[in-house]
């Protein structure tokens, strides 16, 4: 086993980068925070997950599930219904004061996901918009096929297509976006297979591309703290409205329909070596 120090009582096996690194601007935890729970995006992206994770693994079974970069828990605590045993991981101690704060009876730990500390551990593992950040994505796929169980699961979320970079992605310390192909080759070459992949934020499609065309040409410079609140504070009867249409992309990835485009990606691939 890997060794850790213990920083404010979590077991930090990568201090080093407990409080700063360069795949993620810290500052940014407590913003997510405070929006988590009542923005129409990460909702309805809990909640996709969610009914992947009572497909393809079942529930009130005592799983073993871990989730890397974990932010502030709002997966977590979404996942908590599902009766699992629950682990959580991020690299910025910041991230596990918040869930600390937000969820109980999950045990918490700050590590890099490219050089994890366990071997065969767990039946799931999920990374939720996390391998975007990370410059050697393929290093942390290996790292989850190590410590997953033989036939463990992985659970991944990341942004699509290329040409919607935006200032939202520089500021956010994004490496890249995935096409799908990539993605699955990238995930094939790990030791996975690919159970399910689709598309979300599809039928919201047209406006968030519409979105992120004006976004493309400020300087990341010029960006503020201001500029990304605006993306995540909507009027409360838009981010309704919009909760309500994302509800079709839940139902349809629900009944395992693949959606063909979107701003994301979600995929449930096995561990098959």
Not at 68 to 91: A, M, P, R, T, W
Request: proline fraction near 3%.
């Amino acid at each position: 086993m890997k060794s850790f120090v213990e920083i404010e009582g979590f077991k930090c096996y990568a201090p080093n980068l407990a409080f700063e690194n360069d795949g993620f601007p810290s500052q940014v935890h407590d913003l997510l925070a405070s929006l988590e729970e009542k923005n129409f995006w990460f909702k309805s992206r809990n909640e996709i997950i969610q009914e992947l994770f009572k497909k393809f693994l079942g529930y009130n079974n005592n799983k073993k599930v871990l989730e890397i970069g974990c932010g502030n828990g709002f997966v977590l605590k979404g996942l908590q219904s599902l009766k699992y045993q629950l682990y959580g991981s991020e690299i910025y101690l910041e991230g596990l004061k918040n869930v600390s704060k937000r969820i109980s009876n999950v045990e918490l730990f700050q590590i890099d996901a490219t050089d994890m500390p366990f071997q065969e551990e767990f039946d799931a593992i999920g990374a939720f918009d996390v391998i975007e950040h990370i410059d050697d994505d393929k290093k942390v796929m290996r790292e989850i096929h190590k410590s997953l169980k033989s036939d463990g699961l992985l659970y991944i979320t990341v942004p699509q297509y290329q040409w919607m970079w935006s200032y939202m992605d520089d500021y956010a310390k994004h490496k890249r976006r995935y096409k799908r192909t990539e993605l699955k080759q990238k995930l094939q070459d790990t030791g996975f297979d690919v159970m399910f992949i689709s598309s979300f934020v599809t039928i919201l499609f047209p406006f968030v591309m519409l979105s992120r065309i004006m976004k493309k040409n400020k300087p990341i410079e010029e960006v503020t703290i201001d500029d990304v609140t605006k993306e995540l504070i909507l009027p409360s009867w838009l981010n309704k409205l919009f909760y309500q249409i994302m509800q079709i992309d839940r139902f349809l990835i629900k009944k395992e329909f693949s959606l063909p485009f979107g701003n994301s990606l979600v995929v449930v691939a096995k561990k098959t070596f």
